[in-house]
């Protein structure tokens, strides 16, 4: 588990982090944030190289800040190449394994290849990898000795789409087994898939925590937008624009597009609608509960 108390980072005059406080557990998390929003800066922290200026940080219950043997426990995949470009990939992740001072160093980097399909180039040199290649031995490294906490960087950068497949399938099974997995990503589409728990952070606060889903729920200053086809969208567009918390509908070849203030009445309200009216309900999609969505109307507000 990593815990934030109140935590702030700051470079003379200026805050990259402002008094976070969160907890992340078993699972993948997705940490989401403009440019500059500082995420970096906490996740430099979380793996030990930055010391917080004002508050705690641990890491399965130890502080991150000089504590080498933190490490023992936790792996990290930068955003640049931090990789010696001369070795073999194989010969990168075994010496990642052998620092980590594995009983068995071969087997281990032989797993680890295995896990992230890098077996087949294992033998060539770095020098000549691709970049999603690249990504790809470097989450090998990471993962040699096993950790409890993974901390990735925009892994996904360079990945051909079944590249991208494989590594959030990976990552998705390792949440599983109950590691902690934290994902700094702008790509919000793959987050999206890998998780629907998310940290956001804006101007080095933390603007939101929790699934996005529920986030989005209690934006209740925004009406939310549904889609929705029925057998007669007439007669159930009349009967919708009667209801109180029913803001405006539109009747659009595809079917309505209904904003309400209130999702749960809503939802609950539509359905004795349909059989008051004798109308077929066929299709009810809540069209901007997407994780592209929220986090547009995070960083917007």
């Not at 976070?20 to 944030?33: F, N, Y």
């Not at 936790?74 to 010696?84: A, C, K, N």
């Not at 790809?136 to 993962?143: G, N, T, Y």
């Not at 904003?259 to 008051?276: V, Y």
């Amino acid at each position: 588990m990593i815990e934030l108390r109140d935590v702030s980072c700051w470079y003379g005059n200026v805050v990259a982090v402002n008094g976070i406080s969160m907890t992340i557990g078993p699972g993948v998390t997705g940490l989401l944030g403009p440019n500059g929003a500082g995420k970096s800066t906490l996740l430099h922290m979380i793996s030990g190289f930055l010391e917080p200026s004002r508050g705690t940080l641990t890491v399965c219950g130890e502080p991150a800040w000089r504590n080498p043997g933190i490490y023992a426990k936790l792996g990290l995949v930068p955003e640049r190449d931090s990789v010696y470009q001369f070795l073999t990939g194989e010969e990168f992740v075994r010496s990642t394994a052998k620092l980590h001072k594995l009983p068995d160093p071969d087997a281990a980097t032989r797993n680890a290849l295995a896990m992230t399909e890098m077996a087949g180039a294992a033998d060539r040199k770095i020098s000549t990898y691709s970049k999603g290649m690249r990504q790809r031995i470097k989450v090998a490294a990471a993962l040699v000795h096993d950790p409890e906490v993974l901390l990735l960087d925009e892994p996904f950068n360079g990945m051909d789409p079944r590249q991208r497949l494989h590594m959030m399938e990976l990552l998705a099974k390792l949440g599983t087994a109950g590691r902690v997995v934290l994902v700094s990503s702008h790509i919000l589409e793959e987050v999206e898939r890998l998780s629907g728990t998310i940290q956001v952070l804006v101007a080095g606060r933390l603007a939101a925590s929790g699934d996005f889903r529920a986030i989005r729920r209690l934006m209740t200053a925004r009406p939310h937008l549904f889609t929705v086809r029925t057998s007669s969208d007439r007669v159930l567009a009349a009967a919708l624009i009667a209801e109180p918390f029913v803001s405006s509908v539109s009747i659009e070849p595809d079917g309505l597009r209904v904003h309400t203030t209130d999702f749960g009445a809503f939802c609950q309200r539509i359905a004795s609608l349909t059989r008051e009216h004798e109308v077929q309900l066929r299709e009810l999609i809540p069209s901007d509960e997407s994780l592209e969505s929220v986090f547009g109307y995070l960083i917007g507000g």
